[in-house]
């Protein structure tokens, strides 16, 4: 059985030249992977304005996502990573959560960084979508995102949702927080508004690559 860890992070930026710095290093991330004992995949992702679902970015928000080989090497790199500490050090707010995958399919940039264990069945679910739009069809993509993101607030169950991404309009992904796997599955397979959304995929073909993981949350960032 799998040891992996998948850490999500999200950091809040006050004043210009914080900001500043947290582009910067995004920008970074495309040309510096992040390197570290144990992690086998990093993204730094921007973060959309608004509700997060939206095709301009958030510039006092970015997230972090890592994937460990177990819940040590997790804990090694947040506490010693020196690009890490940096960044965080220009952060005014830091959030997130250490999951394990318990469901998922699809690839990110052509692999499955995730290994699929069994569910230990207790704390929230995180659920991440992850695409890469083929462009021309990006428009209608957004027409339809922006009209069924609006329901999600105040959903029941829901605890957290952001849309994050690589490059914007085209690399998009969602993760969204939930208190059970009733409360996810009554919004994604049920709802009047995302129901359709789910149907408009496979008719349309919007994606060029997509992923779909469930996450078990273990850890809680204090």
Do not use: C
Not at 18 to 45: D, I, P, T
Not at 54 to 73: E, K, M, R
Not at 152 to 177: C, D, H, M, W
Request: no cysteine; aromatic share 16%; proline share 3%.
């Amino acid at each position: 059985m799998s040891d992996q860890i998948i850490s999500f992070r999200f950091l809040s930026f006050q004043g210009f030249a914080n900001q500043r710095f947290a582009f910067a290093e995004m920008g970074r991330s495309f040309v510096q992977k992040w390197e570290s004992n144990g992690l086998s995949f990093a993204k730094h992702l921007g973060v959309g304005a608004g509700n997060g679902f939206s095709i301009w970015p958030d510039f006092s928000s970015y997230a972090f996502l890592g994937v460990f080989d177990n819940q040590a090497a997790s804990d090694h790199f947040f506490k010693t990573n020196t690009r890490w500490l940096t960044l965080s050090s220009h952060s005014s707010e830091t959030k997130g959560w250490d999951a394990v995958a318990i469901k998922g399919h699809g690839t990110w940039n052509g692999s499955n960084p995730f290994s699929i264990v069994e569910d230990p069945g207790n704390g929230p679910l995180l659920v991440m979508t992850r695409a890469s739009i083929v462009w021309y069809k990006s428009p209608i993509f957004w027409f339809y995102v922006s009209h069924a993101s609006k329901y999600l607030e105040n959903r029941a169950g829901l605890l957290f949702a952001k849309g994050v991404g690589e490059f914007p309009l085209i690399e998009q992904a969602t993760l969204s927080l939930w208190d059970s796997s009733e409360s996810l599955d009554s919004f994604a397979y049920k709802s009047k508004e995302h129901a359709p959304m789910i149907k408009k995929t496979r008719k349309i073909g919007w994606y060029s690559e997509e992923m779909f993981t469930r996450f078990r949350v273990v850890k809680v960032l204090d």
